[in-house]
């Protein structure tokens, strides 16, 4: 686990069967304000490329200015792969706090998901932009393999197709996955995980291979409450971001 101030947060990602691991993970706490952003991507693909992609995008995703927002930060993604053949999906989270309350803007593309949780739910913020989602809006049969298809990813999205959602909350967690862990964990054990393992984004990677699961796995782990039960620890300088492939 990692502190900054009123938040903890945990992060994992694995390769498991892949013959490389095209998930990437970031952090970045802004340095005018400091404030956070979280990233979680997943490259199409199976090769250096798609991880690349990857990379770049959580990368650019957390230097953007928390001002501007998330949707702001799925678009810098976009521009860091704009001359690039690979691509991939992201999810980016940034907490806030305001004189009402705390909470998250989150914005995604893709089949990455982001989680709000607390000792006594699990509850999915974001909607698979799948066929599969899709189909099942329209009430038509789906397969499993059109689960694993995206209708929109990060270099094909526009500003309209970005998903998006604020929400507040009382120091509630929050879980950003790719698709190797939510496809693979089921909720409750997600929930179990979340609530019990002293580094909860390890264990549930660690639930997805026991589960059989092959394809890359990572996940963001975020929270306030733990935190509020801690002395605060000392902030570290420095505003690098934070990758991890």
């Given at each position: 686990?990692?502190?900054?101030?009123?938040?903890r947060w945990d992060t994992a990602s694995e390769r498991n069967l892949r013959?490389?691991?095209?998930?990437?993970?970031?952090?970045?706490?802004?340095?005018?304000?400091?404030?956070?952003?979280?990233?979680?991507?997943?490259g199409i693909g199976d090769t250096s490329r798609s991880a690349e992609a990857?990379?770049?995008?959580?990368?650019?995703?957390?230097?953007?200015?928390?001002?501007?927002?998330?949707?702001?930060?799925?678009?810098?993604?976009?521009?860091?792969?704009?001359?690039?053949?690979?691509?991939?999906?992201?999810?980016?989270?940034?907490?806030?706090?305001?004189?009402?309350?705390s909470g998250y803007r989150i914005a995604w593309v893709g089949d990455c998901?982001?989680?709000?949780?607390?000792?006594?739910?699990?509850?999915?913020?974001?909607?698979?932009?799948?066929?599969?989602?899709?189909?099942?809006?329209?009430?038509?049969?789906?397969?499993?393999?059109?689960?694993?298809?995206?209708?929109?990813?990060?270099?094909?999205?526009?500003?309209?197709?970005?998903?998006?959602?604020?929400?507040?909350?009382?120091?509630?967690?929050?879980?950003?996955?790719?698709?190797?862990?939510?496809?693979?964990?089921?909720?409750?054990?997600?929930?179990?995980?979340?609530?019990?393992?002293?580094?909860?984004?390890?264990?549930?990677?660690?639930?997805?291979?026991?589960?059989?699961?092959?394809?890359?796995?990572?996940?963001?782990?975020?929270?306030?409450?733990?935190?509020?039960?801690?002395?605060?620890?000392?902030?570290?300088?420095?505003?690098?971001?934070?990758?991890?492939?």
């Amino acid at each position: 686990m990692q502190h900054d101030l009123d938040i903890r947060w945990d992060t994992a990602s694995e390769r498991n069967l892949r013959a490389v691991n095209a998930d990437a993970v970031a952090t970045r706490r802004d340095p005018a304000t400091g404030k956070l952003v979280f990233a979680v991507a997943d490259g199409i693909g199976d090769t250096s490329r798609s991880a690349e992609a990857a990379r770049k995008a959580v990368a650019a995703a957390v230097a953007t200015p928390v001002e501007q927002g998330a949707i702001q930060a799925m678009l810098a993604a976009q521009q860091a792969l704009l001359f690039d053949e690979h691509d991939c999906v992201l999810v980016v989270a940034m907490p806030f706090t305001d004189r009402v309350s705390s909470g998250y803007r989150i914005a995604w593309v893709g089949d990455c998901r982001a989680y709000l949780w607390d000792d006594q739910t699990l509850h999915q913020l974001t909607s698979d932009q799948t066929v599969a989602a899709y189909l099942r809006s329209q009430l038509r049969p789906t397969t499993p393999r059109m689960e694993h298809i995206v209708t929109n990813t990060v270099r094909t999205t526009s500003t309209d197709q970005i998903g998006w959602t604020q929400v507040r909350t009382n120091g509630s967690g929050l879980l950003l996955a790719t698709d190797g862990v939510h496809k693979v964990v089921p909720a409750i054990a997600m929930h179990r995980e979340l609530t019990t393992a002293a580094r909860p984004a390890q264990a549930l990677i660690d639930a997805a291979t026991a589960l059989g699961g092959r394809d890359n796995a990572s996940a963001v782990v975020i929270d306030w409450s733990a935190a509020r039960r801690e002395p605060p620890p000392v902030p570290r300088q420095g505003a690098a971001p934070l990758v991890h492939q």
